[in-house]
């Protein structure tokens, strides 16, 4: 009988194939599962400066495929503001299932946000409303979110009033937790797939001057009348003086109630204290020139006036002209 060899070639084709199948499996048992979302802005209210939080309606879809997951379920709100107010609604009773065979459900969840403001360039700065959302239960190794081709949709009927929405968008990242929160089983840090989209919003520069700057100015002018005035008119002068200075006074402590207490000067604050120096200086030159007067040098004071006038004038005009640019451009 005639021994029949064994094709070695052909078994080791048959083991490398198996070993690739086992390994893929094996990859595929490890791969975190893959959840679509996007978002819709239904609207936006009552941003509050002073309590950092604003009220939102929002529509978040989701779409995958292990059957297992239930990510409108298990999905949180990481920067709730009166958690207790917020109002989750499932749109569809149970997830439907897509041609494709993934399953699809939205949540519409309403409530207050909050994001700490920063007002360093107020009224030109420009704030970002953020809503952040992750998985409560599953981390990266076994759910991780992905954007969808369109994320982020805002109303188009959307309005802001006071402000202006402009480049929103949807980023997702894996967001590590530096505490293992006493779980002593754990030798990795607890890490999520987090959801934020981020809503800038800014204010129209044409009406924030109008309405801030306007009124300081026109003190600053009238302030000017004092070194405008014939230097013989002592009385007069010092008048406008000390009443501008209390009218600059009160123009910032009411712009000062519109924001939260800061430990920093925002803008408005720099500009308050150009217009200080600008009458502290111009009562300064009126007190020199009143000594020229006494000393029956008239000529002598209106020179000194008219010089001191044109300094500190351009002095302001350039100074807070600086200021402006800066917290435009940097916002």
Not at 174 to 192: A, E, M
Not at 194 to 211: C, D, F, G, M, Q
Not at 291 to 317: C, K, M, P, Y
């Amino acid at each position: 009988m005639k021994r029949i060899e064994p094709d070695w070639h052909f078994l080791w084709v048959i083991n490398l194939g198996l070993a690739i199948s086992l390994l893929t499996q094996a990859v595929r048992a490890e791969a975190p599962a893959t959840v679509v979302v996007g978002a819709y802005v239904n609207d936006i209210q009552d941003i509050d400066l002073r309590e950092h939080s604003y009220a939102a309606d929002i529509y978040i879809w989701f779409l995958w495929s292990d059957a297992e997951l239930h990510p409108y379920e298990t999905v949180e709100v990481v920067n709730p503001h009166e958690l207790w107010g917020h109002v989750r609604q499932v749109i569809y009773e149970s997830p439907v299932t897509m041609p494709d065979g993934r399953l699809y459900q939205v949540v519409r969840i309403q409530g207050r946000f909050c994001h700490k403001f920063f007002f360093h360039n107020f009224p030109f700065d420009r704030q970002e409303l953020t809503i952040e959302l992750e998985d409560s239960t599953h981390e990266t190794n076994r759910l991780e979110f992905v954007a969808d081709d369109s994320p982020l949709v805002l109303n188009p009927q959307l309005k802001l009033p006071g402000f202006q929405v402009f480049n929103s968008q949807m980023m997702i990242e894996n967001f590590r937790y530096p505490t293992d929160f006493g779980d002593t089983r754990r030798t990795d840090p607890n890490q999520y797939s987090r959801i934020r989209l981020s809503i800038p919003v800014k204010r129209p520069a044409l009406t924030s001057s109008i309405k801030l700057l306007l009124p300081l100015f026109c003190v600053v002018l009238g302030a000017s009348l004092m070194l405008a005035l014939r230097v013989t008119y002592v009385d007069a002068r010092l008048s406008v003086g000390i009443t501008s200075l209390l009218t600059v006074v009160a123009i910032q402590l009411a712009s000062n109630d519109t924001l939260p207490s800061a430990d920093y000067l925002v803008l408005m604050d720099k500009i308050h204290l150009c217009a200080y120096g600008y009458v502290l200086s111009a009562l300064a030159i009126v007190w020199l020139t009143i000594r020229r007067v006494d000393q029956n040098q008239i000529e002598a004071a209106q020179n000194l006036q008219r010089h001191g006038f044109w300094t500190i004038t351009l002095s302001f005009i350039t100074s807070v002209a600086l200021l402006i640019a800066w917290a435009m451009w940097q916002g």
